[in-house]
């Protein structure tokens, strides 16, 4: 398993970060004039048109023969793997190294990076028909599911990159520490069997955890294999698609996930430079090590010397006005003793 530098990525990132991209709502108008200095070296296409009529491009690359999708932001308000992609297509773009070289000798990749620009234009998880796209593989009543389905069986990639954001509440089991990025390499069925897909996508996800444990130890996880009937992913893999979950999540103050965009970046390089130099794809068994995702987080929680007085609070993103409000928002539950939060006030200490 060859795991890239982290003096390599770090040196790649800063040079290479789009810097027109920032913070949590991106949207197609934000996306949409960076697509020209990217025509140079991708093909871009048209795939087709949102529920509400605003284009959705995807972006081709590298002549290989492993055939490599990926998408982000299917859900509409999860845009920190959109950021991190560009980030990506600018090294494809402006750099050259021996990494770049090997990913487009070995691969041939299509990305796609917003699936749900409806959603992202009103900051939702929806689409504009208020269908969540990771519960619609199935019925595919939305066109964003219609048009990544499409793509899916012309292409007929060997892994598939499900890129998302998942909530603060996430932390690492056995430490005190948020899940900034989880992975999940999802089940084909109820028993959540190991078949040979799933241990391939078990595999890659085996390099990108290795690279990330050099860089932010015991800040990665797995998010739960419990089998989602009409979940994009576990449909995909259930086809043959091998489909790597990736969940940005929190990072200490890192409310923009300016921070968790770039180790995104680092996972989704390692993880498609791993396919690039892998041939058996066998080893699986390390994914097993990988903590659990744990609900242990709110965002505020304020403390008293009862416990029972203890108040907890969420922070709730929405659009007022065409501006992105973030504000705190009391969660109705009886106690969080079991709980931490990313910032705890003690108002009463506890008496001893
Ligand atoms: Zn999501």
């Not at 200490?252 to 996972?267: G, K, Q």
């Amino acid at each position: 398993m060859h795991i890239l530098s982290t003096i390599f990525l770090k040196d790649l990132f800063k040079k290479q970060k789009e810097t027109s991209l920032f913070g949590k709502w991106i949207t197609f108008e934000h996306i949409k004039g960076l697509f020209t200095k990217h025509q140079v070296v991708f093909k871009i296409q048209e795939l087709g048109l949102s529920e509400k009529g605003i284009p959705i491009n995807t972006l081709k690359i590298g002549s290989g023969k492993k055939r490599i999708l990926v998408w982000s932001q299917m859900h509409g308000n999860e845009s920190t793997a959109t950021r991190a992609l560009f980030d990506l297509f600018n090294c494809f773009s402006k750099a050259t190294n021996e990494a770049l070289e090997t990913i487009l000798k070995e691969c041939t990749l299509v990305f796609i990076p917003m699936l749900n620009p409806d959603g992202a234009q009103a900051y939702t998880r929806v689409n504009g028909n208020n269908i969540d796209l990771n519960r619609d593989a199935v019925s595919r009543i939305a066109k964003e599911s219609k048009l990544l389905r499409n793509v899916l069986e012309e292409f007929d990639p060997q892994f598939c990159f499900n890129l998302h954001d998942q909530r603060t509440i996430f932390g690492v089991e056995g430490t005190k520490n948020p899940a900034t990025i989880s992975f999940l390499a999802p089940s084909e069925e109820e028993t959540r069997a190991l078949t040979n897909g799933r241990k391939q996508t078990m595999n890659v996800i085996i390099a990108m955890n290795r690279l990330l444990q050099k860089m932010i130890p015991n800040f990665v996880a797995r998010y739960t294999d419990e089998f989602y009937p009409t979940a994009t992913g576990d449909n995909f893999q259930k086809l043959g698609y091998n489909t790597i979950l990736i969940e940005s999540g929190h990072y200490p103050d890192d409310y923009d996930r300016e921070i968790t965009r770039e180790y995104t970046f680092y996972a989704i390089f390692q993880g498609i430079y791993h396919i690039a130099t892998s041939s058996t794809f066998k080893e699986y068994e390390e994914y097993g090590e990988i903590p659990n995702n744990d609900k242990i987080f709110y965002d505020v929680i304020h403390r008293y010397s009862d416990s029972k007085k203890d108040k907890a609070f969420q922070y709730k993103d929405e659009i007022i006005n065409k501006k992105f409000v973030s504000k705190l928002v009391k969660v109705e539950e009886i106690t969080f003793k079991s709980k931490i939060a990313h910032h705890e006030i003690v108002f009463e200490s506890k008496k001893h």
